[in-house]
C-alpha cells in the first residue's frame, strides 16, 4: 500500500521559518521525481517546487529564493525548507510523486504525479 505522508506544517509569523517533511512508503523512492503543492482556500492546486532523482531543483517565481526542496534518497524523504514566509504562503501543502525519475516542463501541473499526500496545513500570520 502506498503512503504519501506530509507533516511540519503549523502557525508561524510573517517572516518566519518552517520545515516541512514528507515520507514514502509501499513504493520506491529512489529514482522518481518528488514535488510539493499548495492549494489556498478557494484556489486552484500550484505547483510550488520539484526536485529530480539526481537533484536538479525547479520552483516557482513566488517561492524562488525563500523555499528550498531537497531529499534524502536513504530516508525516502523528502524536505521543503521555508523561510521569509509570507501571508500569503497560506496554504494546506501536499507532497507527490511522479513515476519518472526527472522533473518534466509540466512539473508544475497536477497531472505530472500519481501519488499524494494528505496534506499539512501551513499558516502565516501578519
Known amino acids: 500500500q502506498v503512503q504519501v505522508m506530509e507533516s511540519g506544517g503549523g502557525l508561524v509569523q510573517a517572516g518566519g521559518s518552517l520545515r516541512l517533511s514528507c515520507t514514502v512508503s509501499?513504493?520506491?523512492?529512489?529514482?522518481?521525481?518528488m514535488g510539493w503543492f499548495r492549494q489556498a482556500p478557494g484556489k486552484e492546486r500550484e505547483g510550488v517546487s520539484c526536485?529530480?532523482?539526481?537533484?536538479?531543483?525547479y520552483y516557482a517565481d513566488s517561492v524562488k529564493g525563500r523555499f528550498t526542496i531537497a531529499r534524502d534518497n536513504a530516508k525516502n524523504t523528502l524536505i521543503l525548507q521555508m523561510n521569509s514566509l509570507k501571508p500569503e504562503d497560506t496554504a494546506m501543502y501536499y507532497c507527490?510523486?511522479?513515476?519518472?525519475?526527472?522533473?518534466?516542463?509540466?512539473?508544475?501541473?497536477?497531472?505530472?504525479?500519481?501519488?499524494w499526500g494528505q496534506g499539512t496545513q501551513v499558516t502565516v500570520s501578519s
Open positions: 507527490a510523486a511522479t513515476s519518472v525519475g526527472y522533473c518534466s516542463v509540466s512539473w508544475s501541473q497536477k497531472s505530472a504525479y500519481n501519488y
Open positions: 509501499g513504493l520506491t523512492f529512489g529514482g522518481r521525481a
Open positions: 526536485i529530480s532523482w539526481t537533484g536538479p531543483t
